[in-house]
């Protein structure tokens, strides 16, 4: 059992806490100063004690930190200026973006270090418990900490990926993009959906985008589909002007991933580079033209 303070009780830092503790280990003392971060550690850590940074970390023996990207130097350089990380401590945050170097300050007073990132969207409750187990985490570890990083996960239920210190951002960015980005196209995609009189714009793409999904993940470009891949001019000059008249906050994405689809069905030998040229040329023609000012950079 390893005595655990967590800064930061976001989405992520209580629901890791909660499975941390499922698993055996004691959360000794959290911070979180927002409404909603006291409300999830009232929900999924009841008991355990709220404190300031400082003293949450002053308390525990392994020091999770689950604060936004952003803040993370800040508090780390914090912590250790206040002389609240000790030597043998092990620190561990869970930034997708960040590997081992913003704990620099901490790995300097003599701290056990660790980048441990569970590619996972989280809600902030008892449901992401569950999804843990099979999850996979991204970490960047020193020798002396990847024993660590295999346990802790091990706890969690989930499976790790190692990932260098210099690549940890390009694996933050294909994460983002596929999750976060996926989020903004489905929407999208209801609100064409509902537009068209749909009543339940959920129910009418789940089976199409779970069959995607997982079509896409097993098999990668070839399981393309759609009017992109056949070459079907008219069909894709037809969406166009029907999303520029509906829904004209749309029309950008649709391009942009219209002229990608076409460009990795063309490297995949699916679609002639003459008809991917009629597609981008109708494509281009999609968007209006940029101001002067616009171009300008003004």
């Given amino acids: 059992m390893t005595r655990i303070g967590v800064v930061g ?19 000794v003392a959290v911070a979180g100063e927002s409404a909603a971060s006291r409300t999830r550690i009232e929900t999924l850590l009841p008991g355990v004690r709220v404190d300031k940074p400082t003293a949450v970390s002053r308390s525990c023996d392994l020091l999770l930190l689950t604060v936004p990207d952003d803040m993370l130097s800040n508090v780390v ?25 913003v704990l620099a300050p901490a ?26 187990p099979g999850c996979v985490f991204g970490v960047t570890a020193t020798d002396g900490t990847r024993a660590l990083a295999r346990t802790l996960v091990a706890d969690l239920g989930g499976s790790v990926v190692w990932v260098d210190e210099d690549r940890r951002t390009l694996y933050h960015a294909g994460l983002a993009h596929g999750a976060n980005h996926l989020v903004t196209l489905v929407s999208q995609a209801m609100d064409l959906l509902r537009e068209s009189g749909a009543t339940d714009p959920a129910a009418t793409l789940r089976p199409l985008l779970t069959a995607a999904l997982d079509n896409a993940l097993t098999y990668g470009d070839a399981a393309l589909t759609g009017p992109i891949v056949r070459g079907d001019v008219e069909t894709v000059r037809a969406h166009l002007a029907e999303v520029a008249r509906t829904a ?17 069905a063309v490297v995949d030998g699916r679609l002639l580079p003459l008809r991917a040229a009629k597609l981008v040329s109708i494509l281009n023609d999609a968007l209006p033209a940029p101001s002067p000012a616009a171009r300008r950079g003004a």
């Fill in 9 to 27: 009780a976001g989405r992520v830092g209580a629901v890791l806490a909660a499975a941390l503790h499922a698993a055996g280990h004691e959360i």
């Fill in 107 to 132: 790995a300097e007073v003599g701290a056990e270090v660790l980048a441990m990132h569970p590619a996972m969207t989280f809600t902030g409750t008892h449901v992401d418990v569950a999804r843990l």
């Fill in 77 to 101: 350089t914090m912590l250790a200026a206040a002389g609240a990380i000790r030597p043998g401590q092990q620190v561990v945050h869970t930034s997708g973006k960040h590997g081992l170097a």
């Fill in 248 to 264: 004209p906050g749309t029309l950008g994405s649709y391009v942009a991933l219209a002229r990608a689809t076409a460009n990795r």
